[in-house]
């Protein structure tokens, strides 16, 4: 796993789809995660500030791996520069708990106590703690030192240094860090020399599981890399082990998170299935190509498994904290799991902004009833006043160099248990890059449940393909009544939105758009060109809807 300790202080940042500051979170997937290397307190302020964009790109978990940045005042000896004080890290579970964003802190445990020539204060301070004593000058020929698990003091002390990270961040959960732990069983330890390797790492996790899960009932997280035998699957030495602590996997407590890390691209990504089957929770990690982060994020979501809680994002410094919004991994994620406006379609927003000749037709298909299908006052259809087309017109203002096919399936008098009969021979067949589905105003003639099954499949179908949707609520009826929660065109447009939210796709709210309109003064009559069917003017306020996504 990368770092880069500078100072030794570094925070990771997570994201959770579900989750607040307090303990009462809830843990249920999926959660998309960012992990954040800090170096001191100003960044610690610059994370504070861009908490409120985060979450509003999707991310509303914070995991901060805080280490000795802290002002502890059990052990102010283990301090280190330049540390976060206890109301620097106030304002961020502030700003968190505003923004609806759950803080984790992590403090790494048992290996990375250097970098470099450098020694992290708890080994510096108490040296005898040094699972190699003595050895590796200027930590020459090592990666990192580590802790000895079985010294009779470490825990303690330990121990006090969670206890204030847990209360001053208000946290229902501690992660512990443990990826790449190389010294461990040493020689040069007479306590752990000769002793199981794979024993003595299940024995500091479970130590550390006692603590937090058992004494302060949290939950507790940790990376994976050496739980992976290194001889069962390929991976590198980095992200799986090869120095015998593989095996501690069946010594612990399946409760447990695991962040499985990996940074390559690979067609399969064989730890997932293996921690999921021995009951553990998973949490696939990726970094900066985003051609790896898509590929372990497409393959972790092939397992429908309620234990498959999302994906977390590592930066490692690629990215300053004030661009993190625009990581390209990051805004992936967020668009996978969460959608939202300013990440879902990221990717056609991309391929729309590409100049020949490296562009390509982008397609969109509009598929539903006599709305999108143009239809005005019965029977006459007025294409090119219909909201197809002005989303096609205004697509083509915002990008330019944009070859655009809007592609409409629509058909008159249809409710979606027909949309969907013929949905992969009339929509799939052209290739769609975003699929719009506009079926609730005759969806009132079919009941909810056979209305939900019918849009359920459509979305199914479109999503195993990697197909974009943007699910539309109704246009209103004139014969409707808006303001009874209870009438079949709300209860539709619920329905839409459920549907949407559940399935982590796209809602263009129209119904919410005329309602919206006619409190700013407008008369439903003027929007209307008969009972059920907009006029040019309702049809812009679903272009401008629809736009919001591009």
């Known amino acids: 796993m990368k770092r880069n300790y500078a100072i030794n202080f570094c925070l990771a940042l997570t994201v959770s789809s579900v989750g607040l500051c307090s303990t009462a979170a809830s843990w249920k997937p999926p959660r998309v995660g960012l992990h954040v290397l800090m170096t001191g307190r100003d960044k610690t302020e610059q994370l504070t500030a861009v908490v409120k964009d985060l979450a509003e790109m999707g991310v509303n978990s914070i995991v901060a791996e805080i280490n000795y940045g802290y002002e502890y005042e059990s052990h102010p000896e283990l301090r280190s520069a330049n540390p976060s004080s206890k109301e620097s890290v106030k304002r ?239 805004v992936y994620s967020t668009s996978v799991f969460a959608a939202r406006p300013a990440t879902y379609l990221f990717q056609t927003k991309e391929l729309l902004q590409q100049k020949w000749p490296k562009n390509r037709t982008v397609n969109i298909v509009c598929h539903g009833h006599s709305v999108p299908a143009g239809y005005f006052k019965t029977p006459a259809v007025q294409t090119f006043d219909a909201y197809p087309h002005l989303l096609h017109r205004a697509l083509n203002a915002k990008y330019p160099h944009a070859v655009i096919n809007v592609i409409v399936t629509a058909i008159g008098g249809e409710n979606s248990e027909r949309g969907r009969k013929r949905f992969e021979r009339d929509v799939l067949t052209h290739r769609p890059d975003v699929i719009t589905i506009d079926y609730a105003l005759n969806d009132r003639g079919i009941t909810l449940d056979k209305s939900r099954e019918s849009l359920t499949s459509m979305i199914e179908q479109a999503k195993s393909r990697g197909i974009k949707l943007i699910l539309l609520t109704p246009t209103p009826d004139l014969n409707a009544d808006l303001s009874n929660p209870e009438d079949p065109l709300n209860r539709r447009a619920e329905l839409i939105r459920n549907l949407a939210r559940s399935h982590s796709v796209a809602l263009a709210d129209s119904l919410a758009e005329f309602r919206a309109a006619i409190a700013d003064g407008a008369r439903l009559q003027n929007l209307m060109s008969q009972r059920n069917h907009p006029n040019r003017r309702g049809h812009e306020l679903v272009a401008k809807v629809l736009m919001q996504w591009f």
């Open 92 to 330: 961020l579970v502030g700003e968190c708990s505003k923004n609806n964003v759950r803080l984790i802190p992590q403090f790494q445990c048992l290996g990375h106590q250097s970098w470099k020539a450098s020694t992290f204060p708890l080994l510096a301070k108490y040296p005898q703690f040094d699972e190699t004593p003595g050895q590796y000058p200027g930590n020459e020929g090592i990666y990192c030192r580590s802790w000895c698990p079985l010294h009779p003091d470490v825990d303690p002390i330990i121990f006090e240094l969670m206890d204030e990270l847990i209360d001053a961040f208000d946290a229902d959960a501690l992660h512990v860090g443990m990826d790449e732990v190389f010294l461990i069983g040493e020689d040069a330890c007479p306590r752990c020399k000769g002793k199981s390797k794979a024993k003595l790492f299940a024995k500091a996790v479970n130590d550390y599981h006692r603590h937090i899960v058992g004494t302060r009932k949290i939950e507790m997280l940790m990376w994976a890399d050496r739980l992976i035998d290194a001889n069962s699957i390929s991976y590198s030495k980095w992200e799986a082990a090869a120095n015998g602590t593989a095996g501690a996997v069946d010594l612990i407590a399946t409760d447990i998170i695991l962040c499985d890390w990996h940074y390559g691209r690979r067609e399969a990504y064989e730890s997932v299935p293996m921690f999921l089957q021995k009951g553990f929770r998973v949490w696939p990690a990726s970094w900066r190509q985003p051609e790896a982060a898509s590929a372990l994020i497409d393959y972790s979501r092939t397992f429908a498994d309620p234990r498959m809680v999302g994906h977390l994002n590592t930066t490692w410094g690629a990215v300053p904290l004030a661009e993190l919004t625009a990581f390209k991994p990051l």
